[in-house]
């Protein structure tokens, strides 16, 4: 092989790291990075197969493993005949790390979508999560240094720029005059004019400040798009997992949003069979989804993570966990099957991707006219759904 391979697991954080990492060692030779995640033990599973597989078909690359798997469960990962070496994964955008010149990462270009990473790091205990291990205390960067980031992707054709985080909702809190997530996103519509589309990801509701609400509910520039770190619909297990949400104010969120904003998508993630979880408060998890109208769900079957809290709490059977996980995406899958159809006869202005598809506003999956170039942005009235995408 000649260039190097990055391959990454999970979240947004690692997908904008991994574009960064690809630039920065835009020079390296035979070189195999996996980006790893363990988030959830089937998140560590597939880390672990990720890396036995890059191996078959690299077999005399360096391979180097870095991320939260690298972190959380270094020895184990460490110990496997494939790697080689680890770096820390708050070294990871470090050119020293990896003897290569440079001070900084760079930018890498993008003719669609950019995810830039403006916040990383939690400051926050929920009994479940090890993420705070993998990436520690929160951190956030400077309004400028956001700025120059975007500015960088519109120079090469970026259309969208999607800002994520570990706890993106508290970026600011450890810069200087504690700014909320509202000032950042208004410095961004301000500074860059030529910006076609903002998108923010995950967010924890309770801290969406006044005028981050306001730049949702009226802003068009940033996308009718709202994904919640909601995890569960019983107020005893949001108490559990020492969230700081009860359902109630998810739905008041969504309420006031969905007034000023009817085409608001909501997305979500969702634990099933948390410990303690009883049928009553399954049924809860399940009814959120219709009371929110969740279109864009992520479920998660709880699995134990060394170190946690819940890890301790009585756990419920994996069977049944399994059960309820797939009893939440069928009831997810019916709303968003729903949604689409909802859609159908609407003119979307669409963001064009690589392999004849894209993204509506709602992020909506669209298939596209064969021919259409990736990064342009064309109005589409589809007239069915099919296989997931409307057509």
């Given at each position: 092989?000649?260039a190097?391979?990055?391959?990454?697991?999970?979240?947004?954080?690692?997908?904008a790291?991994?574009?960064r990492?690809?630039?920065?060692?835009?020079?390296e030779?035979d070189l195999?990075?996996?980006?790893?995640?363990?988030?959830?033990?089937?998140?560590?599973?597939?880390?672990?197969?990720?890396?036995?597989r890059?191996?078959?078909?690299s077999?005399t690359?360096?391979?180097?493993v870095t991320?939260?798997?690298?972190?959380i469960d270094?020895?184990?990962?460490g110990?496997?005949?494939e790697v080689?070496a680890?770096v820390?994964?708050?070294?990871?955008?470090?050119?020293?790390a990896?003897?290569?010149g440079?001070?900084?990462?760079?930018?890498?270009?993008?003719?669609?979508?950019?995810?830039?990473?403006v916040?990383n790091?939690?400051d926050h205990a929920?009994?479940f999560c090890?993420?705070?291990?993998?990436?520690?205390?929160?951190?956030s960067?400077?309004?400028a240094?956001?700025l120059q980031?975007i500015?960088s992707?519109?120079?090469?054709?970026?259309?969208?720029i999607?800002?994520?985080?570990?706890?993106?909702t508290?970026w600011?809190h450890?810069?200087a005059?504690?700014?909320?997530?509202?000032t950042?996103v208004h410095?961004i519509?301000?500074?860059l004019?030529e910006l076609?589309?903002?998108?923010?990801?995950?967010?924890d509701?309770?801290e969406i400040?006044?005028?981050l609400f306001?730049?949702?509910?009226?802003?068009?520039r940033v996308?009718p798009?709202?994904?919640l770190?909601?995890q569960?619909?019983?107020d005893l297990?949001?108490k559990r997992m020492?969230?700081?949400?009860?359902?109630a104010d998810?739905v008041?969120?969504?309420?006031r949003?969905?007034?000023?904003?009817p085409?608001?998508?909501?997305?979500?993630d969702?634990?099933?069979?948390f410990?303690?979880?009883?049928e009553?408060?399954?049924?809860e998890?399940?009814?959120i989804?219709d009371e929110?109208?969740?279109?864009h769900?992520?479920?998660f079957?709880y699995s134990?993570r060394?170190g946690t809290?819940a890890?301790?709490?009585?756990q419920l059977?994996?069977a049944?966990?399994?059960a309820?996980?797939?009893?939440?995406?069928?009831?997810?899958?019916?709303?968003?099957?729903?949604?689409?159809?909802?859609?159908?006869g609407?003119?979307?202005?669409?963001?064009?991707?690589k392999?004849g598809?894209?993204?509506?506003?709602t992020y909506?999956p669209?298939?596209?006219?064969?021919g259409?170039?990736?990064g342009?942005?064309i109005d589409v009235?589809?007239?069915?759904?099919?296989?997931g995408?409307?057509?």
């Open positions: 092989m000649n190097p391979r990055i391959i990454s697991l999970g979240c947004r954080m690692n997908i790291e991994a574009e990492m690809r630039a920065m060692l835009a020079g030779r195999v990075v996996v980006n790893s995640c363990a988030v959830t033990a089937e998140a560590l599973r597939q880390t672990r197969q990720a890396i036995r890059a191996r078959r078909e077999p690359a360096r391979l180097v991320g939260c798997a690298a972190e270094r020895a184990e990962i110990a496997m005949d080689d680890l820390a994964n708050a070294a990871k955008l470090d050119p020293r990896w003897n290569v440079g001070e900084a990462a760079p930018v890498a270009p993008s003719r669609t979508r950019a995810f830039v990473a916040q790091g939690c929920c009994t090890v993420i705070p291990q993998g990436r520690g205390a929160s951190r960067l400077t309004v240094e956001v980031q500015d992707h519109l120079a090469v054709g970026a259309k969208e999607v800002l994520t985080g570990v706890d993106l508290s600011g450890d810069l005059g504690s700014p909320q997530l509202g950042l410095a519509l301000h500074e004019c076609r589309r903002l998108r923010l990801s995950s967010m509701g309770v400040d006044p005028l306001d730049l949702l509910a009226h802003e068009e996308m798009h709202l994904h770190s909601l569960h619909g019983a297990m949001l020492k969230r700081r949400h009860l359902r998810a008041n969120l969504v309420s949003l969905k007034a000023l904003r085409d608001i998508a909501v997305g979500a969702l634990i099933a069979g410990p303690t979880e009883d009553a408060h399954h049924a998890n399940l009814s989804i929110l109208d969740i279109v769900a992520h479920v079957p134990p060394p809290p890890a301790r709490m009585p059977p994996r049944v966990v399994k309820r996980a797939a009893a939440l995406r069928e009831r997810a899958a019916a709303r968003r099957a729903a949604w689409l159809e909802s859609l159908v609407e003119t979307l202005p669409v963001l064009a991707e392999g598809t894209g993204y509506a506003p909506a669209v298939a596209l006219p064969h259409t170039a990736p342009t942005i009235t589809p007239n069915a759904v099919r296989e995408l409307l057509a």
